[in-house]
């Protein structure tokens, strides 16, 4: 029989699940710790369906902590410590479950807070985070894999006090002992690191249907993709390569700009020539975007995540931007090809 505060946290999960500013796709995650065990969302699976079907995975909590405490290798496959007789449907924990495990606190919240984002991808990140979040015992965590690298970098910073964690170039997390304390946090961090949004354009769609002609690609049915092209400092920030790990997982290396003159088509036929898989976004500057016919739902959240992102870094902003080593070390993860072998199937949608 689930507690309260276990049944409160689905409440919580699917709440923040369906707010594409704070989780996109099958991104972020939700825990609670409970008799020595850290119920933590599955990878794969969406928060806004956390009260339509199964999405907690049950982690023998101590074993892993001293996994992590002795930097055992294992901790990087965290399904080793599931605990299987209370996992019937078989599901992987989350990517980022030694985050959670690391945060003493019952509750954990982490979210890819696209304010959050926008503050994280910024070489003074960590200045800014501090100037907004005074008060708050917080730390900014430098860039590193989710996984061990990402839990070591945590461990080295990790105060007693600490209950929120912005991560460099990746999202938000926030702890607390209760469910309602967590929510109330997350909603006062992502409201404190709330900037700008620049506005942009309305695509021209005219232009971009001529452009899709006989291709694999579409005009996408949510308009507000558009923006990262439209607007075009969002798209010279889109231009200048991966910003977080989720854009790499689920849109690729960096992002697709069209030249001049260049159609879908053009493109498609370059990229199979070079034998380059197609991008699932296209984007034509000063013209909006066009999205694969096929592209997934996961895909299609990260887009949308891409312009909400870039429409919050100031155009002055000096940013950091994944290295080619990190763009690979991510897509040759056991963990992620997991993620991408669930959303090409279709499986997170279930």
Same mark, same amino acid.
């Given at each position: 029989?689930?507690?309260?505060?276990?049944?409160?946290?689905?409440?919580?999960?699917?709440?923040?699940?369906?707010?594409?500013?704070?989780?996109?796709?099958?991104?972020?995650?939700?825990?609670?710790?409970?008799?020595?065990?850290?119920?933590?969302?599955?990878?794969?699976?969406?928060?806004?369906?956390?009260?339509?079907?199964?999405?907690?995975?049950?982690?023998?909590?101590?074993?892993?902590?001293?996994?992590?405490?002795?930097?055992?290798?294992?901790?990087?496959?965290?399904?080793?410590?599931?605990?299987?007789?209370?996992?019937?449907?078989?599901?992987?924990?989350?990517?980022?479950?030694?985050?959670?495990?690391?945060?003493?606190?019952?509750?954990?919240?982490?979210?890819?807070?696209?304010?959050?984002?926008?503050?994280?991808?910024?070489?003074?990140?960590?200045?800014?985070?501090?100037?907004?979040?005074?008060?708050?015992?917080?730390?900014?965590?430098?860039?590193?894999?989710?996984?061990?690298?990402?839990?070591?970098?945590?461990?080295?910073?990790?105060?007693?006090?600490?209950?929120?964690?912005?991560?460099?170039?990746?999202?938000?997390?926030?702890?607390?002992?209760?469910?309602?304390?967590?929510?109330?946090? @997350?909603?006062?961090?992502?409201?404190?690191?709330?900037?700008?949004? !620049?506005?942009?354009? %309305? +695509?021209? &769609?005219?232009? *971009? /249907?001529?452009?899709?002609?006989?291709?694999?690609?579409?005009?996408?049915?949510?308009?507000?993709?558009?923006?990262?092209?439209?607007?075009?400092?969002?798209?010279?920030?889109?231009?200048?390569?991966?910003?977080?790990?989720?854009?790499?997982?689920?849109?690729?290396?960096?992002?697709?700009?069209?030249?001049?003159?260049?159609?879908?088509?053009?493109?498609?036929?370059?990229?199979?020539?070079?034998?380059?898989?197609?991008?699932?976004?296209?984007?034509?500057?000063?013209?909006?975007?066009?999205?694969?016919?096929?592209?997934?739902?996961?895909? @299609?959240?990260?887009?949308?995540?891409?312009?909400?992102?870039?429409? !919050?870094?100031?155009? %002055? +902003?000096? &940013?950091?931007? *994944? /290295?080619?080593?990190?763009?690979?070390?991510?897509?040759?993860?056991?963990?992620?090809?997991?993620?991408?072998?669930?959303?090409?199937?279709?499986?997170?949608?279930?």
């Amino acid at each position: 029989m689930r507690s309260l505060e276990f049944e409160a946290l689905l409440d919580v999960s699917a709440r923040v699940g369906a707010d594409p500013l704070l989780v996109q796709g099958a991104g972020g995650n939700t825990s609670i710790k409970e008799v020595g065990t850290l119920w933590i969302k599955a990878s794969g699976l969406w928060l806004a369906h956390a009260r339509q079907r199964d999405v907690m995975v049950p982690v023998a909590l101590d074993l892993l902590l001293d996994a992590l405490e002795r930097d055992d290798p294992a901790t990087e496959k965290t399904q080793d410590f599931v605990i299987s007789e209370m996992n019937p449907s078989g599901l992987r924990p989350s990517i980022e479950t030694t985050v959670h495990a690391l945060m003493p606190q019952k509750v954990v919240i982490h979210v890819h807070c696209v304010e959050t984002i926008a503050t994280a991808v910024q070489t003074n990140g960590g200045a800014i985070a501090a100037e907004r979040l005074a008060g708050i015992p917080h730390v900014f965590v430098p860039y590193a894999r989710p996984g061990l690298p990402l839990a070591r970098a945590i461990a080295e910073r990790l105060q007693e006090k600490t209950s929120v964690l912005i991560l460099g170039n990746h999202g938000l997390a926030v702890a607390a002992e209760t469910v309602t304390d967590a929510a109330m946090l @997350l909603t006062d961090v992502s409201r404190r690191l709330t900037g700008q949004r !620049r506005s942009a354009s %309305s +695509a021209d &769609l005219a232009a *971009l /249907s001529r452009l899709a002609v006989d291709s694999g690609y579409c005009l996408p049915d949510d308009a507000r993709l558009h923006a990262v092209a439209t607007d075009l400092e969002s798209c010279r920030i889109a231009a200048g390569g991966s910003l977080y790990p989720d854009h790499v997982i689920f849109l690729g290396k960096g992002s697709v700009i069209a030249a001049p003159g260049e159609t879908a088509v053009s493109i498609e036929t370059d990229r199979k020539e070079r034998g380059e898989t197609l991008p699932p976004l296209l984007l034509f500057p000063g013209k909006g975007v066009l999205v694969e016919k096929t592209i997934s739902a996961g895909a @299609l959240a990260m887009a949308r995540c891409l312009a909400d992102v870039t429409a !919050r870094i100031p155009a %002055s +902003a000096r &940013l950091r931007y *994944l /290295s080619d080593a990190e763009n690979a070390e991510l897509l040759g993860w056991d963990a992620e090809k997991y993620r991408q072998k669930l959303n090409r199937a279709g499986q997170a949608l279930q």
